[in-house]
C-alpha cells in the first residue's frame, strides 16, 4: 500500500500495525539478468530506471553494509545544475528535472527544497567567468540569475559585507537548486525498485569477478557466486579498489571530504550559499542544523575520516562570510570517500572488459547527480548506448584528450 | 528551596560565602560560587526548564554532566547569547542571564505542546510517507511550517564579540579526564619526570571523586584530589587544563581541544573568550569516566525524574536536591547496587527517601530504606513536575508511590567515543553489560579506569596507574608507582534490564523524543541496522549525540531482531565528542585580516595618490588613480590608457613573480620546463615564455631574462608566482635532479616598475645612470643590470604588455616608493601618469595579449594562436600530450571582437554564435574571455575564443548573454587592436 | 597528521602540499609516445593501503618528499627524499 | 650614492617598535640577507670562515650569522654593511656557490622578552606548531605563521626573529602584536 497522509492518519489511528516493510531482504538468486555492485544512491536509482523506464526486473544490487550507507548518507544533500561545459550541463539540468517529480515519481518524501543556491562573486574576473557559467546554464534551460551586491544584501543581508577580506561584490543564483534528505533519496530508490521486484541484498560484498574470454559472467561475494549477464559498478569511492578486481586501472584518486552540521537552530539561512574565496558552502536542514562543508582533505584516503585543519579552515571560512555564526556549535563532523577523477567530471562507459560497465569519478558532485546518474546508467546497460545528455563521460577521453574539466585544474584530483 | 543544610553538606563543593544573583527566564535567583546553573536551579526549587524537541513534552534537568539531554537554555543576551546550552556544564557567576528555548507563549504554557497530542500522528519517519500531495505544497507550506517548528534555540543574528586564539602543545603524555583514573595516571606519569597535560572539561578536577562522597584514606576524597592537585601543579612538567574538553582524536597523536578560557567570567574583558588547542602527544590517556544509563519506563520523561548518580553528585557535591519542595520524598530505580549508593547518600544528608524499585528479585537495602526486590516503575504522574509513581511489585501488584524526585540507575555506559575516533568499534561486555573500547582505537590512545570498564573508585585508581605505566614504558622511562590510596569496594551486580515493557510511550532519546514504541515501528519496517533505525528515528542525534540513548536503543532493537547487543553494534562516534563552537573552529581573524594580504612596495604612494585598491590573489594593486573632477571609474581608467598611448604610464608589476634561476645546466633546465626554447638566449636579452602542464594545456607565461651564463630571471603571472616555483622545483628534484641547477624567488626583493608609453625613453633617461638606451644600444627585448638615481642598484628590461615602447624597471624593494615619486617628478613635463590594474587590462586587450581570463587551464597553445612556440625538437613539460587529438584538433582560436553598433557593450562571459542559428550548447561556437571600452579604438572591444576564429576574420557573429537579456552582433576582428605590426614596441 | 621530513623530523602536514602518487616520478620518455604518457599523467593504482606519495614541503625546507602512508589508517611508514629516490632510482 | 630614501617594509621611515608586557617587538631593517645556493651534495662553503649550519639551525659567527633553508641552501644574516659586501664576495668566489641577493625579500620582527624564556615560549605555543626543541636556541626554520609562511629564528631562550616576506609586512605586524597583546591566560585549579 502506498504512503499518504491518508495513511498516516489511518496507521495513527490503529496502532501503526498496518506498516510493512520498506523492502525485502531476499536472498541472492543465483543468476540475474543486471547486476549492480553498489547499493548507494547511484546504484539503487540505476537499478530502479533499469526496472521503470527499460522494464529490467531481473536486476540485483549487491551492497557491502546497509544499502545507503555510503556518501548518499554522507554529503551535505545540495542538488543543482549550474555548470559550464556541454559535457555536463545538460546531464546535471536532466538530473535537476528528475529532482523536481521525485516525491510524486517515487511515493516517498524525500524533501526536495528548491530553495536556491547562490556563488558568491569576489572580483570582476570571477563575474566574467559566472556570467559564462550562467550563460551556459540559460542555454540548457537550468536558468540562472546574476545578482549584484544590493539584491545579494536583500536576500541574504547576514553576510559579512563591510570588513571583508575578499569583498562581496554579488554572486550567481540558481532558483531551481536546493537540498534534498540525503536518505530519503536512497530509501524512496530502494523502496520503488524493490517493488518493482529488483533484489536489494546487503552485507553481500564483491569479492571478484568471474571473467571468462574479457566476458563478464557473474561476480564471486561474500554470501556466494552471483551469476550475470551484466555488471554495472556504481561504488564511487571504492572505485578503484574494486576496478582493480577486473585488472582495470582508473584516473581516479579516492580523498576524504569532510562535512559538519550544527546542533538544531531556528531558521537563519534560506537555501544554499557557497563561499568560493574561503572555502566553505552552508546550508541548513529543516530539522534546524547548519550543514556546511569545504575543501577536500587533499590527500589520498579510504579512512573515512579527516583532520583538524581542514575543520579549522572551514569554520574560519564561515566566519569570516557570516560572523553571526560564531555561537553556533558543531555537533558532528564525518567524512566522506570521494572518488575524484583527473578532471573533476564523472565515467559513465562501457570497459574493456565486455559486459562490464563503469560509472564513477563523482568527486564530491555525486549526490545532486543521483537521478541522472541512474537513468543514464540504466540506459547505458539496457541499451549499450550511452544516454544524450552523457556522452561526455567516457573512458578513453582522457587518453584522447577530449576533457571536461571545469575548473582548468588539471590532471590533479585534490585541485578539483 | 531544596538546598540541603549546611550541617548534612559540610563537604559540598560550593561556596557559601560567595553568593551569585542570576536569572532565568527573566526571573531572579540565588546560587553560590561553585554552583552550575543547574545545581543552582534546583537549588531554588526549579524543576521544569525546557521542552522537548519534537513534542514540546516539559523537561527537567536530567544528569549532572555534558550528556544533560533535557535542560538547554539560552544562555547571556544580545550578542553574546549563546542557544543550546546545557544548564549542567555552565559554571554560575553574578548577573548569569538564562532562558529556556523551543516554546511558543511560556515555558509553562507552551502552544507547541498540542504536538503531543498529535503523537501518533508523528511517529518515526512520518514526514517520508506524506506532505508530497500537491507538489507545490511542500516549498511553500509544508516546509516553512517544519522548519518554524523544528530548531531549537535561536542566534542572535549578531557578530561574535569575543576574541579566540589557537595554541599547540606537545606533551609526553595528554591525560584526557581528571577523575580517579586521570589523577592516578598524571600523578604516576608527573612523577617519572614525563612532560604531562591533565585536561578535564569541568572547570573543578576529581570528576566522580567530586560526587560519591565517599573516603579515600578514611578522609573525604576531595581532601585526597585536593593533595594530588597540589602536587602536580607545583610541578613544571605539569601543565593542568580545567574547563577544557578533549574533543577529537586525530592522526599521528594529535588531540583537539577546547579551553574555555573565560565563559565562567559575565565577559571575557582583555581575554580570549576560548582557545583552540592542538594537542601533539607522544602518547595519551583516556579516561574519560562513564555516562549512566537510564530505563525507560511509561512517561519517564517527567521533570524530577533524573539519573541517580547524577542525584547523588547534586546532593554530595552542590548540596542540592531536584525536589519542587524539600520534604517531597526521592524514590530510586535500579538495576544494580548503585542505585542503593545513591539512596545512602540521601539518607547521609538528610534526604526523605520513599525506597529503592530494584528490578533484581532479593535485592537488599544496604540501609534504614524500603527496597522493593523484582520490582519495576510503570508509570509517573506529575504535569509539570513529578508527583507520584506507579510501581508493579514482583507479585504483579501495581501501586503508587507518592514522590517529588525519581533518580534512575541502568548502569554505565564507558565514554568510549574518543577511542571510536578512527573508526574502531568498541566490543561488548557480557559481565558488565557495557561497550568497552575497541582492541583498535587510536594508535598511542590508551584507555584507563571507568572508561573502560574499572567503574568503581578502587579499580580506577590503580587502572590510572598501570595505564600510565604502560605509557611510559612505551616511551622508554621508567616509573615508581605510586602508593594506591585506601578505598572501600563498590560492587554492581547489575542484571540486564533495558526497558519496561508496556503499552505507553516509553522515551529511550530524551531530546528528539524517541520512544520504545519508534524503535519497534523502525523494526517493523524493515530498517532495523542501526545506522537505519538511528536514520529513521532521528535517535542520538540530537546535541547530547545520544550518550544516554544509544546504547539502550541498541538494546531494545537486539531484543526486538534477536540477534543480540554483540552482533548489533553500535553507530561510528565521530568528532566532536561534545558540541563545540564554530567561533573557536574558526578562531582569529575573521574580518580585514581573515588572510595576510600582500601590499606592493609603491602601495602607500598609490593610497596617498587616489588610488582604489583591488584583490589580485594575495595582493592588493592599485585599479586606478581617480583624479579631482573624475565621478566615474571610467574616467579614470580612460585617461591612464590614454596616456600611455600618448605619452608615459607608470604601474607596479612588482606582484608578477620572479625566480632566480641559476646554474650550470640552468638553460637546459629552462629549455623543459617552457615549450618554446631559452637555451639559444643570449645574456642581456629577455624571451617571451610559454609554460604547459605536463598534460599539454597552457598553465602560466612570462618571460625570462638571461643576466649572465648560467644565471636567468623568469617572471609568472601574478596568481601563479607560488605554482609556477612549485612546478619548477618538481622538475628539479623529481624530474631532473642530475641537473646542476637552483632556484630563489626574489618576488619580494625587488620593486619592478612598468615605464610604458612613447615617452618612456626620455623618462628613464633622466633616472638611469649613464646608460644608452637607444633603440641601437638597448633594442626591444634587452635587459640589463644597471644603477638608478646616483648608484642605485637596478635591473632595466625593455618588454612591453601595452605594445608601446616600454620598460620595466626594477630596483631594490625599499627604494620603490622613492623610484615612484622620484619618476613622476622628473616625468611631469611628459605627462607621466600612474595606472592601476584596469588601464593594464585595457592596454593589453587592446594588444591582444592573453592573461588570467585566456590562461585559464582549459586552453590550449593553439587556441592562443602560440602553437607554433611548442618546439617539436626538444623534450618539454607537456609537448607530448598538447599532440593529442583532442587537443590538436580543438579548433578554437583566439580572436578580437568589436560591436557592430559602435555604442554597444560587449559583456565578458557572452557565448558566441553565427548569425541566424538557433542558440543552444549544439551551436555554441565560443565565448568572449575579456572585455572592455578602448579609448583608442573608441568602442567597447573584446577578446574571445571562437571557432575556426582565424578564418572567420570580418565575419559578424552573435555575441549572446542571456543571463542578462542580450543578443549583441559584433565583428570578428584580429586579435590586436592596435599596432598589429608592432612597430610601436620596437622604435 | 605529521610528517617525518626526513631533514627535520615530525613536521605538521599543513606546511606540505600534496601532489599524489609517486609514480610521478616515473616520467616516460618523450619518445615512448601520448599512450605512455596518458598512462602517467592519468592512470593510478589508488591502493587502499600502503601509498608511496609526493608531498611538497612549500612551507618548509621546499623539499619534495616521497611519503610512504598507509590510506586506510593514515599510518606513515617512512618518508625520503624525493631526489634521493630519483636519483637512487627506486621510484 | 643614491639619494633615494628607503622606506621600510611597513612603510614607515623608522623601524616600528611594540611592548606587550615582558616582550618587545622590533622591526630589523638594517638586516642584510643574502641567499647562498650550492649543488645538493656538495662541501658547503665557508665564506669568510662562517659556518653554515645543518638542516634547522641557526648559527652565529663574527659580525653575522647562518641559517639552513633548505638543502643546499641557506641565508646568511648581518647588519654590517662592508661586511656583506666583503661575504657576497667570498660567496662569488666560492667554487660552485650562487648568490642571491635577498636584503630587500622579507621583513624580520626581533621579539625580545625581560622576563627569560618563559613569555617566548608561551608566544610561540600559539603562533607556530613546533615542538619546543625545534624552536629550541640555535634554531631556525622556515615555517606556517597563521596562514603566512614564515621563518622563524631562536636567536636566544629570551629572544627570537620572524621573518616575513616584505610585501606580508603589515600582516606579521598585525599577527605578532595581537598575539602578544593577547594575555596568556593562566589555568587556575
Not at chain 2, 612556440?869 to 607537456?878: H, L, N, P, Q, T
Not at chain 4, 645538493?40 to 669568510?48: D, E, I, K, S
Request: glycine share 12%; hydrophobic share 40%.
Amino acid at each position: 500500500m502506498g504512503f499518504s497522509g491518508f495513511r498516516v492518519i489511518k496507521e495513527a489511528l490503529t496502532g501503526h500495525r498496518g506498516w510493512g516493510p520498506l523492502w525485502r531482504d531476499p536472498a541472492p538468486r543465483a543468476q540475474y539478468d543486471i547486476v549492480i555492485v553498489g547499493g548507494g544512491g547511484h546504484g539503487l536509482a540505476t537499478a530502479y530506471f533499469l526496472a521503470k523506464l527499460y522494464g529490467r526486473h531481473r536486476v540485483a544490487v549487491l551492497e557491502k553494509g546497509w544499502l545507503g550507507g555510503g556518501n548518499i548518507g554522507r554529503n551535505t544533500t545540495i542538488i543543482r545544475s549550474n555548470y559550464l561545459l556541454p559535457g555536463n550541463q545538460p546531464f546535471y539540468e536532466l538530473s535537476m528535472q528528475h529532482w523536481e517529480r521525485q516525491e510524486q515519481d517515487l511515493n516517498f518524501n524525500s524533501m526536495v527544497s528548491q530553495r536556491g543556491i547562490i556563488n558568491l562573486i569576489h572580483s570582476d574576473a570571477q563575474r566574467d567567468s559566472f556570467r559564462r557559467r550562467g550563460n551556459s546554464m540559460m542555454l540548457t534551460g537550468a536558468g540562472a540569475r546574476l545578482l549584484d551586491r544590493d539584491a545579494l544584501r536583500q536576500m541574504v543581508p547576514f553576510l559579512n559585507y563591510d570588513n571583508a577580506r575578499f569583498p562581496i561584490k554579488g554572486g550567481l543564483m540558481q532558483t531551481r537548486a536546493g537540498t534534498a534528505r540525503h536518505d530519503g533519496v536512497a530509501w524512496g530508490y530502494a523502496r520503488a525498485a524493490d517493488r518493482m521486484g529488483v533484489d536489494i541484498i546487503q552485507n553481500c560484498e564483491v569479492t571478484g569477478f568471474r571473467i571468462e574470454g574479457g566476458q563478464v559472467r557473474g561476480v564471486e561475494t561474500s554470501r556466494g557466486y552471483i551469476g550475470a549477464g551484466k555488471v554495472g559498478v556504481a561504488v564511487a569511492g571504492s572505485s578503484g579498489r574494486v576496478m582493480a578486481m577486473a585488472g582495470l586501472r582508473l584516473p581516479i584518486e579516492s580523498h576524504v571530504l569532510q562535512a559538519f552540521v550544527t546542533e538544531g537552530l531556528k531558521p537563519v539561512i534560506p537555501g544554499v550559499i557557497t563561499f568560493g574565496a574561503g572555502h566553505f558552502y552552508i546550508s541548513q536542514s529543516d530539522k534546524g542544523g547548519l550543514v556546511f562543508g569545504g575543501d577536500i582533505d587533499g590527500y589520498n584516503s579510504y579512512a573515512q575520516r579527516g583532520n583538524l585543519p581542514v575543520v579549522e579552515d572551514v569554520a574560519e571560512g564561515g566566519m569570516a562570510l557570516m560572523p553571526m555564526i560564531g555561537r553556533a556549535r558543531l555537533l558532528r563532523s564525518w567524512g566522506g570517500l570521494m572518488d575524484m577523477s583527473m578532471d573533476g567530471s564523472p565515467i559513465i562507459d562501457r570497459t574493456p572488459v565486455e559486459g562490464l560497465y563503469f560509472n564513477g569519478g563523482w568527486c564530491y558532485g555525486g549526490f545532486k547527480a543521483t537521478p541522472a546518474s541512474g537513468h543514464v546508467f540504466a540506459h547505458l546497460l539496457a541499451t549499450d548506448t550511452p544516454h544524450d545528455t552523457a556522452t561526455a563521460f567516457r573512458l578513453d577521453r582522457f587518453a584522447r584528450g577530449h576533457l571536461i574539466d571545469e575548473r582548468g585544474a588539471g590532471a590533479q584530483p585534490n585541485l578539483h | 528551596m531544596s538546598r540541603l543544610d549546611l550541617s548534612q553538606s559540610r563537604d559540598a563543593l560550593i561556596d557559601r560565602n560567595r553568593p551569585l544573583s542570576f536569572t532565568f527566564d527573566g526571573r531572579p535567583y540565588q546560587g553560590f560560587a561553585g554552583d552550575t546553573l543547574a545545581s543552582a536551579l534546583m537549588a531554588n526549587g526549579v524543576q521544569l526548564v525546557g521542552r522537548s524537541f519534537k513534542y514540546h513534552r516539559p523537561r527537567g534537568i536530567f544528569s549532572a554532566g555534558s550528556e544533560e539531554p533535557n535542560a538547554l537554555v539560552t544562555l547571556r543576551s544580545g550578542a553574546r547569547a549563546e542557544p543550546n546550552t546545557r544548564a549542567t556544564m555552565v559554571e554560575l557567576f553574578d548577573g548569569l542571564e538564562a532562558g529556556s528555548q523551543n516554546h511558543v507563549g511560556g515555558l509553562k504554557h507552551d502552544l507547541m505542546a498540542v504536538n503531543d497530542l498529535a503523537a501518533p500522528f508523528l511517529s518515526a519517519g512520518f514526514y517520508y510517507k506524506t506532505f508530497m500531495w500537491p507538489r507545490a505544497f511542500w516549498e511553500k507550506l509544508y516546509e516553512p511550517a517544519i522548519r518554524r517548528a523544528a530548531g531549537l534555540g535561536k542566534l542572535s543574528m549578531q557578530a561574535d564579540p569575543d576574541s579566540y586564539d589557537r595554541g599547540y602543545l606537545h606533551p609526553d603524555l595528554l591525560v584526557i579526564g581528571a577523575g580517579a583514573a586521570g589523577l592516578m595516571a598524571a600523578l604516576t606519569a608527573a612523577r617519572a619526570g614525563a612532560e604531562v597535560v591533565l585536561a578535564d572539561e569541568d572547570a573543578r578536577m576529581g570528576g566522580r571523586l567530586l560526587a560519591e562522597g565517599g573516603l579515600l584514606d578514611g578522609a573525604p576524597a576531595t581532601q585526597w584530589v585536593a593533595q594530588v592537585l597540589d602536587e602536580l601543579a607545583a610541578l613544571p612538567n605539569v601543565r593542568l587544563m580545567p574547563r577544557t574538553t578533549v574533543f577529537g582524536v586525530y592522526d599521528h597523536g594529535i588531540y583537539g581541544a577546547v579551553e574555555r578560557v573565560s565563559d565562567h567570567l559575565p565577559t571575557p574583558g582583555t581575554r580570549v573568550r576560548q582557545t583552540l588547542w592542538r594537542i601533539t602527544a607522544k602518547r595519551a590517556i583516556m579516561a574519560t569516566g562513564a555516562t549512566e544509563r537510564h530505563i525507560p519506563f511509561a512517561d519517564n520523561d517527567r521533570p524530577g525524574v533524573l539519573l541517580s548518580g547524577s542525584l547523588r553528585a547534586y546532593a554530595n557535591r552542590w548540596g542540592v536536591t531536584p525536589q519542587a519542595r524539600a520534604t517531597d520524598p526521592v524514590l530510586i530505580f535500579t538495576n544494580n547496587d548503585d542505585g542503593h549508593r545513591t539512596a545512602q547518600s540521601l539518607l547521609a544528608r538528610g534526604v526523605p527517601l520513599a525506597g529503592v524499585v530494584d528490578s533484581r528479585s532479593g535485592a537488599r537495602s544496604l540501609g534504614e530504606y524500603t527496597t522493593h526486590a523484582g520490582a519495576m516503575v510503570t508509570g509517573t504522574k506529575g504535569r509539570h513536575g513529578l508527583r507520584r509513581v506507579q510501581i508493579r511489585t514482583a507479585d504483579g501488584r501495581d501501586s503508587w508511590i507518592p514522590c517529588g524526585v525519581l533518580g534512575v540507575a541502568g548502569g554505565w555506559n564507558p565514554n568510549v567515543q574518543l577511542a571510536s575516533h578512527h573508526r574502531g568499534r568498541p566490543v561488548w561486555d557480557r559481565e558488565r553489560l557495557t561497550f568497552l573500547p575497541g582492541p583498535d582505537g587510536p594508535a598511542g590512545l590508551i584507555p584507563a579506569g571507568a572508561a573502560c570498564g574499572h567503574g568503581s573508585t578502587i579499580a580506577a585508581l590503580a587502572d590510572g596507574r598501570r595505564a600510565a605505566q604502560t605509557a611510559l614504558a612505551q616511551l622508554d622511562r621508567t616509573a615508581t608507582a605510586p602508593a594506591l590510596p585506601q578505598a572501600e569496594e563498590e560492587p554492581s551486580a547489575i542484571a540486564a534490564l533495558w526497558h519496561v515493557p508496556g503499552k505507553r510511550r516509553a522515551w529511550v532519546d530524551l531530546q528528539n523524543d524517541v520512544t520504545v514504541k519508534d524503535i519497534k515501528l523502525s523494526h517493523q519496517e524493515n530498517m532495523r541496522s542501526v545506522e537505519h533505525m538511528k536514520r529513521w528515528t532521528t535517535l542520538g542525534m540530537a546535541t547530547d549525540q545520544g550518550k544516554t540513548s544509544n546504547v539502550t536503543a541498541l538494546a531494545v532493537m537486539a531484543e526486538l531482531t534477536g540477534n543480540g547487543i554483540a552482533r548489533t553494534g553500535t553507530t561510528v562516534f565521530r568528532p566532536p565528542y561534545t558540541p563545540v563552537a564554530l567561533s573557536v573552529l574558526g578562531g582569529g581573524d575573521t574580518g580585514a585580516n581573515f588572510r595576510p594580504r600582500r601590499l606592493t612596495p609603491t602601495h602607500h604612494w598609490a593610497e596617498a595618490n587616489g588610488a582604489t585598491f583591488v584583490e589580485v590573489g594575495q595582493w592588493m594593486r592599485a585599479q586606478w588613480y581617480a583624479q579631482s573632477g573624475e565621478t566615474h571609474w571610467r574616467q579614470s581608467v580612460d585617461r591612464e590608457a590614454r596616456a600611455v598611448r600618448s605619452a608615459v604610464g607608470l604601474c607596479d608589476v612588482t606582484t608578477l613573480g620572479k625566480i632566480d634561476v641559476q646554474g650550470p645546466d640552468a638553460a637546459t633546465f629552462l629549455d623543459r620546463i617552457y615549450a618554446n626554447t631559452i637555451s639559444t638566449l643570449k645574456p642581456g636579452r629577455v624571451r617571451y615564455g610559454l609554460m604547459l602542464r605536463e598534460d599539454g594545456f597552457v598553465y602560466d607565461d612570462g618571460t625570462c631574462a638571461c643576466l649572465g651564463d648560467g644565471h636567468y630571471v623568469v617572471t609568472t603571472t601574478t596568481g601563479n608566482a607560488g605554482l609556477v616555483f612549485q612546478r619548477m622545483e618538481f622538475a628539479r628534484q623529481c624530474l631532473w635532479p642530475e641537473l646542476d641547477v637552483t632556484l630563489i624567488s626574489t618576488t619580494d626583493a625587488w620593486a619592478q616598475i612598468a615605464v610604458a608609453g612613447p615617452k618612456s625613453r626620455a623618462l628613464l633617461e633622466r633616472v638611469v645612470d649613464g646608460v644608452d638606451l637607444s633603440n641601437d644600444a638597448f633594442p626591444f627585448m634587452a635587459c640589463a643590470a644597471l644603477t638608478v638615481c646616483g648608484g642605485l642598484p637596478a635591473r632595466l628590461f625593455r618588454i612591453s604588455f601595452s605594445g608601446e615602447l616600454a620598460y620595466e624597471l626594477a630596483v631594490p624593494a625599499r627604494y620603490g616608493h622613492a623610484l615612484m615619486e622620484r619618476l613622476m617628478e622628473r616625468g611631469a613635463d611628459l605627462g607621466v601618469t600612474p595606472y592601476g590594474t584596469e588601464a593594464l587590462a585595457v592596454l593589453r586587450i587592446e594588444k591582444g595579449h592573453a592573461a588570467g581570463a585566456e590562461l585559464n587551464g582549459q586552453t590550449t597553445a593553439a587556441m592562443l594562436g602560440l602553437g607554433r612556440m611548442v618546439s617539436a625538437k626538444k623534450d618539454a613539460i607537456g609537448a607530448v600530450m598538447s599532440r593529442r587529438e583532442g587537443l590538436a584538433g580543438d579548433s578554437r582560436r583566439l580572436v578580437g571582437l568589436q560591436p557592430v553598433d559602435p555604442a554597444g557593450k560587449l559583456p565578458a562571459g557572452a557565448h558566441l554564435f553565427a548569425e541566424g542559428v538557433a542558440q543552444g550548447l549544439a551551436t555554441d561556437e565560443g565565448w568572449i574571455t575579456s572585455a572592455c571600452y578602448s579609448p583608442h579604438v573608441e568602442s567597447y572591444i573584446a577578446l574571445g575564443f571562437l571557432d575556426r576564429g582565424d578564418q572567420r576574420l570580418g565575419e559578424v557573429i552573435r555575441c549572446a548573454n542571456p543571463l542578462e537579456g542580450q543578443d549583441i552582433p559584433a565583428r570578428v576582428v584580429p586579435a590586436h587592436f592596435v599596432d598589429p605590426e608592432g612597430g610601436r614596441l620596437r622604435d | 597528521m605529521l610528517i617525518p621530513h626526513p631533514l627535520l623530523g615530525l613536521r605538521d602536514a599543513q606546511e606540505f602540499t600534496y601532489l599524489g602518487d609517486a609514480a610521478l616520478l616515473n616520467r616516460p620518455d618523450p619518445a615512448a609516445g601520448e599512450a605512455a604518457f596518458a598512462d602517467y599523467v592519468y592512470l593510478r593504482d589508488n591502493p587502499a593501503s600502503v601509498h608511496r606519495e609526493l608531498w611538497f614541503h612549500e612551507q618548509g625546507d621546499r623539499s619534495w618528499l616521497v611519503v610512504t602512508r598507509n590510506t586506510l589508517t593514515h599510518e606513515i611508514l617512512g618518508a625520503e627524499l624525493a631526489r634521493d629516490v630519483k636519483l637512487g632510482g627506486t621510484a | 650614492m643614491t639619494d633615494l630614501i628607503p622606506m621600510g617594509p611597513l612603510g614607515t621611515p623608522d623601524p616600528a617598535r611594540a611592548t606587550h608586557g615582558a616582550l618587545t617587538l622590533t622591526e630589523n631593517t638594517a638586516l642584510m640577507l643574502i641567499a647562498v645556493a650550492t649543488r645538493p651534495g656538495t662541501p658547503a662553503p665557508h665564506p669568510l670562515g662562517l659556518h653554515l649550519p645543518g638542516p634547522g639551525l641557526w648559527s652565529q659567527g663574527q659580525g653575522a650569522a647562518a641559517f639552513w633553508t633548505g638543502p643546499g641552501q641557506w641565508m646568511i644574516e648581518t647588519d654590517v654593511p662592508d661586511h656583506a659586501e666583503r661575504l657576497r664576495d667570498a660567496i662569488r668566489s666560492a667554487p660552485g656557490a650562487r648568490l642571491t641577493e635577498q636584503s630587500d625579500g622579507w621583513i624580520c620582527v626581533e621579539v625580545t622578552s625581560d622576563a627569560g624564556a618563559a613569555p617566548i615560549r608561551a608566544l610561540l605555543e600559539r603562533l607556530v606548531n613546533l615542538s619546543p626543541d625545534q624552536v629550541a636556541p640555535g634554531h631556525a626554520t622556515r615555517t606556517l605563521l597563521h596562514h603566512l609562511g614564515c621563518i622563524v629564528i631562536r636567536r636566544g631562550e629570551d629572544h627570537l626573529a620572524v621573518l616575513a616576506p616584505r610585501s606580508a609586512a603589515g600582516s606579521l605586524w598585525h599577527l605578532l602584536s595581537e598575539t602578544a597583546s593577547r594575555q596568556v591566560p593562566v589555568a587556575t585549579v
